[in-house]
């Protein structure tokens, strides 16, 4: 399951040569998008040409306006949830002056991406990190929004019904054999690629909660 967090993590740190390295403290190596599209060696043109396709709503581009904030974002080339959801933020963080977006690869980062876990313990990704302007974390977000897990297992469970001829295709998806795991992945690769705009609106809409609560618990504090 995807979890957003909305509180800042005071203890999210690791040893780091007799101090503390927290995780604002990578935004100066991480990488830029244009510098992160020159390194990838996988996916590099689908994800390139999915920043120029991507068409921002007015509403979409306001959605910091006045607040500033900066989306660190841990992902690996390989990733398909990647392909599809950064390209959105990034061009958002190019028509947007309240935005900037760097990228780290977690595997490069692992012991600190080792913070932000989905709930049963995986090291998902991408995972989306918000910082406020004074650099403080508000929140974050795994993998996908919401609404992307729910219609994603019942896409899998209409095309198991829809295909029992299919061997094993109605079983936990670690004990079908090899050809049916394909199978399944293939279907949901095309499905995912109908469902770009709605799930890009939810993560969206997921950044700005994990955004302004934190700005809201504080505020209520003061």
Known sequence: MPQVLYETI?????????????????????????????????????????IGATELTDQQRRLFAGDPVWILVFTEDFCGDSAQLIPPVARLARESADVDLRILRRDDHRDIAAN??????????????????????????????????????AETSRFASEHPEIEGVSRNYDRMPDETKAAVRANIERYRRTRTSEWVAALFDELEIAARRATLTTAESD
Not at 133 to 151: K, M
């Open 116 to 153: 932000y876990l989905r709930k049963d313990g995986y090291q998902a990704i991408p995972v989306f990190i918000v910082f406020g302007a004074d650099g403080g974390e508000r929140g974050f977000v795994i993998e996908r929004p919401q609404v992307a897990y729910s219609e994603m297992a």
């Open 10 to 50: 005071a203890d999210c740190t690791i040893p780091c040569h007799g101090g503390a390295m927290s995780v604002a403290d990578l935004w100066d190596v991480a990488l830029n998008v244009d510098e992160y599209i020159s390194s990838m060696t996988q996916n590099q043109g689908v994800f390139a040409a999915a």
